[in-house]
C-alpha cells in the first residue's frame, strides 16, 4: 500500500468577501492558485454577528461547481434558476452553475456562530455551458459511518461502502467530515492519481508522524490511501479529493472559463443581462 505523504502546507489567509464577510482561504490564493480540480477552498466561522450578518448578496457565477457545507448556523440561499432553501448545520449545497447562475447567501441568524465551507469545483470546457443544476440536502440526508472512537459523515463519494448524498461525475470527487477520538486512526482509500488535501479545524493530528497544522490546507503527495492519526481528546477534519481535469484555467473573479475570450464573453453577458441564459429545477431531499 502506497500511503501518501504531506507534500506541502498552506496557510490560510483572511479575506473579504460579499458584504465584509471574512473567510479564511487556502485554494484560490496567491500562495495555491488551484489544485486541480479545486479552484477555491473557503472556511467561514465566528460568533460575532457584525462579522457575517451582512453575508452575500447576488451575485454570478460561470464555469464551475459551488459546493457548500454548513457546520453550525443557517444560511438562505436564492438562485436566478428559482432555487429556494434555508441551509442548516449539518447540510449542504451542491450548485453546478454551468452556464450562468446569479444567487445570494444571507444568514438567517442573529447571533450565535456560524461556521461552514465553500469548495468550488471546476468544470471541464465540455459542461462549462451546460445546463445549470442545484441540490440542497438536509442534516438528515448525510449518511454517517460510525466505527470506535471514528465518526465519518459522507457528503461526496463512497466510504466503509456508504455512499454520500452527491456524486460528481466530472472529478469523482470524494468530501468527507471525519471525527476521531484521542489516539484514534483514519484510514481511506484514494484512486492515486486524484488531488488530495486535508483540512483540520479541531483538535490536534498528525500523518506520517508530521503534524497538521490547524486552519491550513495539508496537500498530500499521490498514493492509494490516506492516514489520519488523533492526537488531542476530540479531532475534526474534512478530507477532500478529486480527479484532475488538466485543461487550461483562466479565473477572472466569479468566471471560470478555458480562454481569455470566455471570460470576456462571461463579463459581456453579465453586464448585458443575458448571463443566465436557462432555469433548472431544484432536487434533492
Known sequence: MNIRKIDRIIKAQAISEGAGVTVHRTIGTQALRNLDPFLMLDHFGSDNPNEYIAGFPDHPHRGFVTFTYMLDGHMLHKDSMGNKGDLRAGGAQWMKAASGVIHSEMPQQKHGLMRGFQLWINLPAKEKMSTPEYQEFTPEAVPEVILEGVKVRVLIGVFNGQSGVIKDSNTDAFYLDV?????????????????????LFEGSAESDSQSLPKHSLSVFSQGDSVVVNSTSAETRFIVVGGKPIREP??????????TRAEIEQAFSDYQ???????KAAMTGR
Open 249 to 258: 484555467i483562466v479565473q477572472y473573479g466569479p468566471f471560470v472559463m478555458n
Open 179 to 199: 471525527n476521531l477520538e484521542n489516539g484514534r486512526s483514519f484510514e481511506f482509500s484514494t484512486p492515486p492519481d486524484h488531488t488530495c488535501f486535508v483540512y
Open 272 to 278: 448585458s443581462g443575458r448571463l443566465v441564459l436557462v
